[in-house]
């Protein structure tokens, strides 16, 4: 059984930065890694997803503010987050896709506020 452990949230003053991780347990072959938020309501979006040769996409909300990275090798993907704005406050979850399956964390709170 392939587990998601996400760590890094919590709370930060607009402005500031925070870095979120998420390891992958398990010898498991994975593609893309990403990042989503879902605020209360509204629909799981992507925030950023790396593919396993590098390649990233970010939402337009997030760009130059934040940097998706992964290290293939410990399966873990990571998500530097700077510039930090209130609208940016909600629970973010790691997403890793193989082959045949969709993975999901627990999710991680990030709170901006002063």
């Known amino acids: 059984q392939v587990q998601l452990v996400e760590s890094g949230g919590g709370l930060v003053q607009p402005g500031g930065s925070l870095r979120l991780s998420c390891a992958a347990s398990g010898r498991i072959f994975i593609n893309d890694m990403g990042w989503y938020r879902q605020a209360p309501g509204k629909q799981r979006e992507l925030v950023a997803a790396?593919?396993?040769?590098?390649?990233?996409n970010y939402a337009d909300a997030v760009k130059g503010r934040f940097t998706i990275s992964r290290d293939n090798a410990k399966n873990t993907v990571y998500l530097q987050m700077n510039s930090l704005k209130l609208e940016d406050t909600t629970v973010y979850y790691c997403?890793?896709?193989?082959?045949?399956?969709?993975?999901w964390g627990q999710g991680t709170q990030v709170t901006v506020s002063s």
């Open positions: 790396i593919t396993r040769g590098g390649r990233t």
């Open positions: 997403n890793a896709k193989t082959y045949y399956n969709d993975y």
